[in-house]
T-cell receptor
Framework: GAVVSQHPSWVICKSGTSVKIECRSLDFQATTMFWYRQFPKQSLMLMAT?????????EQGVEKDKFLINHASLTLSTLTVTSAHPEDSSFYIC?????????????FGPGTRLTVL | GEDVEQSLFLSVREGDSSVINCTYT??????LYWYKQEPGAGLQLLTY?????DMKQDQRLTVLLNKKDKHLSLRIADTQTGDSAIYFCAERDTGGFKTIFGAGTRLFVKA
């Protein structure tokens, strides 16, 4: 159990276009979903935290108008990279939190590799 | 703010033990985690430890926590080539949701 999927797993797009990445919790209801960005050989940087039905909370330095997050249901969050540019090329990873008796367990998706030409 | 630091590389021979070290700054961290990331993949939770514990063992993995020095370590016994990956240390903040990651330690296992 506790599987998080992302779609697509990789995408190549032209500069100036928008790209939507989906994050789904397949077998549990996620109270909170997180979006991370990872540059090659670097750590994960938290971009934003989203709760179902409310606006996402963005980390400092992350443009909310560029990285649109929609958390429509307890099992789906989407990240849209608007007007993508080559510097947006990165590995985007989502995670979802499920409340449990022990901890706010956090489960990670497999990631989406975005390449902007 | 919170910070998590790790050494960037570790190379060991197959069959030896690997010890990956991590230091953190937030003394009020509740949970401390070790994640494994294989090339091109997401993160896999290996193990976690509560801040009120000193040690946790899970098969080949041993986590040691020194709260006084804010030092966390992950020991992998009988390291195998399949253990080659990046290992991230992470702490959960007191609010309970935000996870701060270290830069990751790249483990190379030589056959």
């Amino acid at each position: 159990g506790a599987v998080v999927s992302q779609h697509p797993s990789w995408v190549i797009c032209k500069s100036g276009t928008s790209v939507k990445i989906e994050c789904r919790s397949l077998d549990f209801q996620a109270t909170t979903m997180f979006w991370y960005r990872q540059f090659p050989k670097q750590s994960l940087m938290l971009m934003a935290t989203s709760n179902e039905g409310s606006k996402a909370t963005y980390e400092q330095g992350v443009e909310k108008d560029k990285f649109l997050i929609n958390h429509a249901s307890l099992t789906l969050s989407t990240l849209t990279v608007t007007s993508a540019h080559p510097e947006d090329s990165s590995f985007y990873i989502c995670s979802a939190t499920r409340r449990s008796a022990l901890s706010n367990e956090q489960f990670f998706g497999p990631g989406t590799r975005l390449t902007v030409l | 703010g919170e910070d998590v630091e790790q050494s960037l590389f570790l190379s060991v021979r197959e069959g030896d033990s690997s010890v990956i070290n991590c230091t953190y700054t937030d003394s009020s961290s509740t949970y401390l985690y070790w994640y494994k990331q294989e090339p091109g993949a997401g993160l896999q939770l290996l193990t976690y430890i509560f801040s009120n514990m000193d040690m946790k063992q899970d098969q080949r993995l041993t986590v040691l926590l020194n709260k006084k020095d804010k030092h966390l370590s992950l020991r992998i016994a009988d390291t195998q080539t399949g253990d080659s990956a990046i290992y991230f240390c992470a702490e959960r903040d007191t609010g309970g949701f935000k996870t701060i990651f270290g830069a990751g330690t790249r483990l190379f296992v030589k056959a």
